[in-house]
Structure formats: C-alpha cells, structure tokens
C-alpha cells in the first residue's frame, strides 16, 4: 500500500532559523510529490515535483525531490511567525488524481 | 475569481443522524474530491468525481456517499452518524482527473458529532 510518512511530526524555531521537513514515500509508479501549507483550515498549494521538476524554489520556500532515496525535503529560510502552520506532503500519482497525505509537520516560529 | 466554497462552515449533529455537505468548485474545474481531516492527522481521500463520474473512492463504509452535478459542483453525504465520523471535511477541485493534477481546497465543513 502507498504510503507517505513526514518527520518531524512537530518544530519549534525561532524567527530568523532555517527549517528542514522531510518527507519520506513509498509509492509503486511514482509520479508527483506535492507540498501544502495549512493555516487554519484550508490547505494551500506550495509545490509540485516530479521526474521532469525535481527542484522548486519560490522567495524563502524551496523544495527537492530525491526519487532514489524517495524522500522530499522542505526548506524554509529566515522564518517568520507567519510561516507558523502545518505543512503536509501529499503522493500524487493515482491515476485517479486522489492525494495520499503524510501526517503533516507542525511548525510553530517564535518571535 | 471565487475559489472552492464548502457550505456549511459548522455542523453539530448527534449520532444516528444524517449529514450533507455541500462544495462549488473553482470556475472551469471539472473534477472534484472530498477528504476527511481528522485531528493531528493528514487529510485522507473520500471520493474523486470528474465529469459526474465517479473516478475513484477511498476506505470509508458505504454510510459515505456523494455525487456531482452538471454545473460541477458537489455533495457529500454521511448517514448514521457516529461519533468517530466527527471531523473537517474538505473539498478540493481540479481541472482534470488523474497524476500530477494541483488540487485546491476549500476551507472546510468542521462537523462535531454528539
């Protein structure tokens, strides 16, 4: 069965540190990695990686695929308290287009 | 333009009951999907519909049913309510159906079961 597991389940930083969350999947035919920031209650898009775009980057967010140790990490420069929420992986190569979510990493930065 | 709505906001029912939440999509997406969130935990894939067809359905008891109509939009139904079904419940939309589609949620029916 796929399956997508994140670590650490939770972080506490302070503004200014850099933050890495990883994302580890077990997937058959793999094909996307998809990354969410959830605030309060919807989830917002962030990045999408496959074999083609295995390395994204927008402002202080940038994200990296490694499809032969099946991990994905998530970097954050220069925290802000804004960037406290919880951020979810997400596999993305059903055929049906359905999303299969790691438990998410909690991120909360301290002023 | 809108983004994807979910109707209600919050729901409080009691056990036995029965439950429909409702989801318009973003405008020209075709596909639609429905995730339960319970606390703590990842969202976890409920039913995918594209073009009014159901596309795909995850491991839930068939208490869990939904449909979409010719305008895109969408219903998710619970019957039998129990306390363990208590949780929020998102809608996502999508242009098409299959991998590497970018979903986009909405803000969520927070349902309570009493």
Redesign the interface.
Known sequence: EDK?V?SPLSLVVHEGDTVTLNCSYEVTNF??L?W?KQE??????LF?L?SSGIEKKSGRLSSILDKKELFSILNITATQTGDSAVY?C?D?????????????TTLQVKP | DAGVTQSPTHLIKTRGQHVTLRCSPISGHKSVSWYQQVLGQGPQFIFQYYEKEERGRGNFPDRFSARQFPNYSSELNVNALLLGDSALYLCASSLLSGPNEKLFFGSGTQLSVL
């Open positions: 997508v994140q094909r996307s998809l969410y309060k209650k919807a989830p917002t898009f999408m496959t979810l997400a993305g190569s059903s055929n049906t287009g359905k999303l299969i979510f790691g438990q998410g």
